[in-house]
């Protein structure tokens, strides 16, 4: 697997950063990471690469760059659906959770295909697992709090719940994008058992 652990030397708030990430972004979804090089990036951004290596010191720097772009707009719809939420209201909040991932999906859906079939299999493993790993985390920080608040917590090793869930339900709403958001709903309640909260009159599966 490719070691993108390396870190930008400019913060993301510079203009140029931000140009030399969304090139890159475009060069690995067209040409594949390998096709990627510090000269062409240098070269369509318009500098020399004793200059770009100030930015970033190698590619598997740019990459990770790359992806942590995508897992923040994960991070910031997440954010804004907590915001949302309603005190004791669990139904309206899965209700509302599965919309986000819907959209997110949706969203990024070019990105996904884009990356898992150009030659960035190993960056697509990655950036899965960094992306419920980043979902896991904020769930257990913020929304669990809440809830151990007013109801028993039902599930044991939280992190590893949310990470597994966060991977099987982004890979099914990708290969079944019309799918009920009803049974995705009922799905994300059953591995969390929290059957109890949803209306006992709705449909559990498709018919």
Known sequence: MTDISSTPRYRPGDAKYAEIISVARD???????????ISNLSKKVGMTR???YHYFKNKDAVAKAVLNE??????GSLESWNARRETGNVEKALDDIV?????AVDESSLFHQQLANSGN????????????????DYLADT???DFVKYHP????????????MT????SYIRSHPHAPKEVVKHVAAQTLHIEEYLKKDEVMAPS
């Open 27 to 37: 060069v690995i979804m067209t040409t594949g990471f390998d096709g990627m090089t």
């Open 50 to 52: 004793s200059l770009f």
């Open 70 to 75: 995508e897992i923040s707009k994960y991070l």
């Open 99 to 103: 919309d986000v991932f819907y959209r």
């Open 121 to 136: 299999a190993s960056l697509y493993i990655r950036f899965m697992s960094e992306v419920a790993d980043t979902i896991a």
């Open 143 to 145: 929304t669990v709090k």
């Open 153 to 164: 917590l039902p599930i044991s090793n939280v992190h590893e719940t949310f990470y597994m």
């Open 167 to 170: 991977i099987g339900l982004i």
